[in-house]
Nanobody
Framework: QVLLVESGGGLVQPGGSLRLSCAAS????????MGWYRQAPGKERELVAV???????NYADSVKGRFTISRDNAKNTVYLQMNSLKPEDTAVYYC?????????WGEGTLVTVSS
């Protein structure tokens, strides 16, 4: 079983920055994909950014150039640096890990961008 614990959400003004962290624990293989998804009120969950264990990344078009995903394989931790935040980035952000076709999710952390 894999447990994902997120941290770093909160309230930030438009144009501000936040850094999300997600630590994975349990039986984790060396080959996996970790990432972040988000779900805004009344909308479906959507991909924000993912990063493989080989550090290949993929971003949603809406966050390219503003968000950066990174990971520390030794700590089984993934990070999401969010800059130039906009009100439309307001959502619950979920950490995700996929390995051997199995999906694991964190409980989510709320990010609110508002003045």
């Amino acid at each position: 079983q894999v447990l994902l614990v997120e941290s770093g959400g909160g309230l930030v003004q438009p144009g501000g920055s936040l850094r999300l962290s997600c630590a994975a624990s349990g039986s984790i293989s060396n080959i996996n994909v970790m990432g972040w998804y988000r779900q805004a009120p009344g909308k479906e969950r959507e991909l924000v950014a993912v990063i493989g264990s080989g550090y290949i990344t993929n971003y949603a078009d809406s966050v390219k150039g503003r968000f950066t995903i990174s990971r520390d394989n030794a700590k089984n931790t993934v990070y999401l640096q969010m800059n130039s935040l906009k009100p439309e980035d307001t959502a619950v952000y979920y950490c995700h890990l996929k390995e051997w076709g199995i999906h694991y999710w964190g409980e989510g952390t709320l990010v609110t961008v508002s003045s």
